[in-house]
């Protein structure tokens, strides 16, 4: 099994920063790829950032230029930086992996949520 635990939201106001953090646990042979969503209040889920294994990125056009997904492969942990926020930006934000597990299975597996409040 892997667990992902995220951490880092909270209550900024507009034009600060915030950095998320995920780190993965369990019985994993090796990370696939990393990405992050958001879920703002009557909103469906939607990819924000992510990062494949050979180091590619993409993000929403929402994001561009204001934030950054790395991750520490030693670790097994993934971070979004999250720079001059704005009020839009508030939503639940949910870590989300895919892994190889020790016995050699493929699991898609989501954080429980950490939510980023923006205010004006």
């Known amino acids: 099994q892997v667990q992902l635990v995220e951490s880092g939201g909270g209550l900024v106001q507009a034009g600060g920063s915030l950095r998320l953090s995920c780190a993965a646990s369990?019985?994993?042979?090796?990370?696939?790829?990393m990405g992050w969503y958001r879920q703002a209040p009557g909103k469906q889920r939607e990819l924000v950032a992510a990062?494949?294994?050979?180091?590619?990125?993409n993000y929403a056009d929402s994001v561009k230029g204001r934030f950054t997904i790395s991750r520490d492969t030693a670790k097994n942990t993934v971070y979004l930086q999250m720079n001059s926020l704005k009020p839009e930006d508030t939503a639940v934000y949910y870590c989300?992996?895919?892994?190889?597990?020790?016995?050699?299975?493929?699991?898609?597996?989501w954080g429980q949520g950490t939510l980023v409040t923006v205010s004006s």
């Open positions: 989300n992996t895919l892994a190889m597990t020790r016995d050699y299975s493929i699991l898609e597996v």
């Open positions: 990062l494949a294994t050979g180091g590619g990125t």
């Open positions: 369990g019985s994993i042979f090796r990370i696939n790829a």
